[in-house]
C-alpha cells in the first residue's frame, strides 16, 4: 500500500516526517539484516558443493589455516609459527597471525570434548565464518547511520548483498 508523495523541499524534512513518503522507504525492514543472515545460511546450507555437505575445505590456505589451529589446540606455543610437518627438519615458518585463530579455537575448544581435534577444529571453520557474518551485520548498519539515516540504516545490508556484482 503506498502513500501518496507529497514534494519536500529539505531532506530533513523527509527525516522528520517520514510518514509522508512511500511506505516502500518508510523504514518497515528492521528484521533485514536478520533475513539477510538466514538467507545466507540457507544458501549456504543448500548448495550441494558447500564444505558442510562436502566436509572438504576450497583451498590449500584453508587446510594450512586449520594446521595452524591444531597445533595451537595441541600445544604449540603462540610466538611457534612453525610447521614442522611441512618441512621436517626445517621447520617452515608462516607469516600469518594467531589473533585470527583465536575465534576458531575459542569454537573447537569446548568441541574437543567430544570431537577429536581435527574434526573440532573443522567443525569451528565452518561456524566462525557466520559469527563474522553476524558482527558485520550487526555493525554495518551503526556504521551507516550518519550517511544514510538512522531511518534507512539497515538498507546498508543491501550493499553487502550486491557488493560481489560493484567488483565485475
Same mark, same amino acid.
Given at each position: #500500500?503506498?502513500?501518496?508523495?507529497?514534494?519536500?523541499? %529539505?531532506?530533513?524534512?523527509?527525516?522528520?516526517?517520514?510518514?509522508? !513518503?512511500?511506505?516502500?522507504? /518508510? =523504514?518497515?525492514?528492521?528484521?533485514?539484516?536478520?533475513?539477510?543472515?538466514?538467507?545466507?545460511?540457507? +544458501?549456504?546450507?543448500?548448495?550441494?558443493?558447500?564444505?558442510?555437505? !562436502?566436509?572438504?575445505?576450497?583451498?590449500?590456505?584453508?587446510?594450512?589455516?586449520?594446521? %595452524?589451529?591444531?597445533?595451537?589446540? %595441541?600445544? %604449540?606455543?603462540?610466538?611457534?609459527?612453525? $610447521?614442522?610437518?611441512?618441512?621436517?627438519? /626445517?621447520? !617452515? $615458518?608462516?607469516?600469518?597471525?594467531?589473533?585470527? @585463530? &583465536?575465534? &576458531?579455537?575459542?569454537? =573447537?575448544?569446548?568441541? !574437543?570434548?567430544?570431537?577429536?581435534?581435527? @574434526?573440532? /577444529?573443522? /567443525?569451528?571453520?565452518?561456524?566462525?565464518?557466520?559469527?563474522?557474518?553476524?558482527?558485520?551485520?550487526?555493525?554495518?548498519?551503526? #556504521? =551507516? +547511520?550518519?550517511?544514510?539515516?538512522?531511518?534507512?540504516?539497515?538498507? @546498508?545490508?543491501?550493499?553487502?548483498?550486491?557488493?560481489?556484482? #560493484?567488483?565485475?
Amino acid at each position: #500500500m503506498l502513500r501518496k508523495l507529497e514534494p519536500h523541499s %529539505q531532506s530533513s524534512d523527509l527525516e522528520a516526517h517520514p510518514s509522508k !513518503t512511500y511506505s516502500l522507504f /518508510a =523504514a518497515p525492514y528492521k528484521a533485514l539484516p536478520f533475513v539477510f543472515f538466514v538467507l545466507f545460511v540457507l +544458501c549456504f546450507e543448500l548448495y550441494p558443493h558447500s564444505p558442510i555437505h !562436502t566436509h572438504y575445505l576450497r583451498d590449500p590456505d584453508h587446510y594450512m589455516r586449520l594446521n %595452524q589451529v591444531v597445533n595451537w589446540l %595441541q600445544g %604449540q606455543s603462540w610466538y611457534d609459527l612453525s $610447521v614442522p610437518r611441512m618441512s621436517p627438519g /626445517a621447520h !617452515t $615458518v608462516v607469516h600469518w597471525s594467531r589473533l585470527i @585463530d &583465536i575465534p &576458531i579455537v575459542a569454537i =573447537a575448544l569446548p568441541l !574437543t570434548h567430544w570431537l577429536s581435534v581435527n @574434526d573440532a /577444529a573443522l /567443525a569451528a571453520s565452518f561456524v566462525v565464518p557466520f559469527l563474522w557474518l553476524g558482527a558485520l551485520l550487526l555493525l554495518s548498519p551503526a #556504521m =551507516a +547511520c550518519p550517511f544514510v539515516g538512522c531511518a534507512r540504516k539497515n538498507l @546498508d545490508i543491501l550493499s553487502l548483498l550486491f557488493a560481489p556484482l #560493484m567488483l565485475l
